[in-house]
């Protein structure tokens, strides 16, 4: 046990990890799945009044400062009232493959779905229904778990642009590729060997063959994201000029708006050639037209901004 594990263990006994919390929960009568884990298992609060009246399935991810309640003590005001004691209790059911955002509360009653995502600061109650996503106070239905799967896979090359530029911005260098462990779908080879950082990524939740089966079958979702993430300096050699508009422009450093145009004409343009059905040498010479007025509109927008060499 390292030292900081061991301040944790001294400090929250057996909510000093996912491990500790998760066994200790069983050990008192709670029915809890495999692939269970609690991030920052101190701050959570998972009621053990009645322990057997909660169940967590499957591949369940409870974030910071959650609670989960199967009692309700409000009846305190009534009894005050009119003297009566009036119980309140209920089941809490927490399905397979879900995860609950930060500082969401599950209310006694509630019964989670499998394949369900719970948005931060929710508050859960009565039965949300499986593979959708849910948020606010009350928690309610934001969308299916498949559109939201179409929103992710859109968005990736946006974001891991975004925090590229901004590493290169604080720290004046080009990130590690490794940095980007969450979307390096977008930028490794199918057939080279990946380094221990990415396959790790594969092992979460025992995830291995399924990821690296998906991971085959897809496809680089831009080329542009290789150049982008090369680690090497940023001369302007001619090499650059070699491929297509848009990775020229990449590489000379345009502003974020202008970088993502040429993105977006990237993305278009190979949308079109897979539907043109041949590769981007073979693209239809409509597509690769219209490829090249985006990238050069872009360039003329750029070069009104800042000089380009």
Known sequence: MGLKQLGLQLVYGHKSSSEQYVSWLRSQGMHIGQHVHLYTPWSIKIDTQRPWMIEIGDNVHIT????????????????????????????VRIGNNVFIGQKSLILKGAEIGDNTIIGAGSVVTGHLEGNAVYAGVPAKKISSLDVYVDKRRNLQLEEATLLVRKYEEVYDKRPPKELLREFFWLFESRDAQLNETFQDVFRLDDNTERSQQAFIRSELCSK????????????????????????????????????????????????????????RKGAGLQSQILLHVYAATAYSHASRHRTLP
């Open 64 to 91: 910071a400062d959650c609670s989960i309640l199967q009692h309700d003590y409000s009846w305190a005001v009534v009894q005050r009232l009119t003297g009566e004691v009036l119980g309140s209790c209920g089941m």
């Open 224 to 279: 542009t994201m290789r150049l982008f993430l090369n680690t090497s300096n940023r001369t302007h050699n001619e090499q650059y000029r070699k491929g297509t508009s848009y990775d020229y422009l990449l590489h000379h450093h345009l502003q974020p708006a202008d970088e993502l145009w040429c993105c977006f004409a990237n993305l278009w343009f190979e949308h079109r050639t897979t539907q043109d059905g041949c590769g």
